[in-house]
């Protein structure tokens, strides 16, 4: 089973951007759709993104299309989260997930999580 690590949390002032990596582990990372979740202090864990294992189908929250891009480089085991325009209500702690396929994982159905990165938007 893979195993994932997420980076690039930290502290950007609004409209700055910052871009999240999650380093997955083993050699079956491509098999995997990836996701990004994130969760506020007091409520559940959101949904942000998905991609699936060729990069072929891609969805987006509402709260973060147009602002937010998901990639992946299978030859890294590598997806990324590139956040801009940043809001200070996008603070929060993000997670990468991996699921069998897209609609699976971004519904909650979730095989694998990282261990998650603060990002903190301030205004």
């Known amino acids: 089973q893979v195993q994932l690590g997420e980076s690039g949390g930290g502290l950007v002032q609004a409209g700055g951007s910052l871009t999240l990596s999650c380093a997955g582990s083993?050699?079956?990372?491509?098999?995997?759709?990836m996701a990004w979740f994130r969760h506020f202090p007091g409520k559940e864990r959101e949904f942000v993104a998905a991609v699936s294992w060729g990069g072929g189908k891609i969805y987006y929250a509402d709260s973060v299309k147009g602002r937010f891009t998901i990639s992946r480089d299978n030859a890294k085991n590598t997806v990324y989260l590139q956040m801009n325009s940043l809001k200070p209500e996008d603070t929060a702690v993000y997670y990468c997930a991996a699921g069998s396929n897209t609609d699976n994982v971004r519904t909650g159905y979730v095989e694998v999580w990282g261990q998650g990165t603060l990002v903190t938007v301030s205004s």
């Open positions: 083993g050699r079956t990372f491509s098999r995997y759709a």
